[in-house]
């Protein structure tokens, strides 16, 4: 066997058990759903287009069942995240939370009541959110959605 063809296959498995726990290191942690407990709320994550992922500054994976869940846990723990990934809620690909498009409607039913979904595209999100009465938002407005109390009561009554 040639010194490349050996530096390949220890290169390709190094890659295979990196997968295996937890994700690429700069990308989403794997989550196994059904088995997964969410960072904030320990419930199963086990809906991928609702789901929430996280690495924090020192490379932590953090993996949770909603969006808003994603939010608290940042709030009440200060940590320092360094990147953040959801999931389109109608592909159920990962996408960069910094460039997502959050919707948020009271008619969207949502883990932990949240009424928040992302997108990866603009035209998409526009056409959910007037489907759903919803509003469209970038990931920074969506702290001040939380600190004003409109993500804990999004599916109670208009």
Known sequence: MTRDAVFAIGFTAALAAGGCAGGVPDGPPAIRYG????????????EPRFAAAARASDGEPL??????????????RAVVVRHRWVHDYETGQWVDAAEAWF???RDLMTPMGDGVVALADQ????????GHRGRILRFGALPRLLEGGMMETAQEGP
């Open 103 to 105: 919707v948020h409607s």
């Open 63 to 76: 993996v949770f069942d909603s969006i808003g869940c994603l939010l608290r846990y940042e709030q009440a």
């Open 123 to 130: 035209a998409r999100a526009e056409a959910l959110a007037a």
């Open 35 to 46: 088995e997964a407990a969410c960072e904030a709320c320990r419930m199963l994550v086990s």
